[in-house]
């Protein structure tokens, strides 16, 4: 079983800064990929950004140039710096893990508001 602990979330004004962790634990085999999605209410779930086992990214069109995620070097835990956080950002953010075993893996989700 994976277990995915997300912290980092919270209200934040316009054009302010927020950084989302997540932790995996338990057990999987060979990471494939770690990134983020989010879900606004009345929207479906949504690719923020990935990083790979070869540490390429890929990003949704709206957060380019202002999301940054990043792995650490064990390769367990990810990361999301956000800034100019702007109020459409505001969604619970969900961190994703892509195994070859057990296969996806999805945290509980953090809460990140960003007030106008």
């Known amino acids: 079983q994976v277990q995915l602990v997300e912290s980092g979330g919270g209200l934040v004004q316009a054009g302010g800064s927020l950084r989302l962790s997540c932790a995996a634990s338990g057990s999987f085999d060979s990471i494939n990929s770690m990134g983020w999605y989010r879900q606004a209410p009345g929207k479906q779930r949504e690719l923020v950004a990935v990083?790979?086992?070869?540490?390429?990214?890929n990003y949704a069109d709206s957060v380019k140039d202002r999301f940054t995620i990043s792995r650490d070097n064990a390769g367990n835990t990810v990361s999301l710096q956000m800034n100019s956080l702007k109020a459409e950002d505001t969604a619970v953010y969900y961190c994703h893990l892509d195994s070859n075993w057990p296969g996806e893996s999805w945290g509980q989700g953090t809460q990140v508001t960003v007030s106008s």
């Open positions: 990083i790979a086992r070869g540490h390429s990214t």
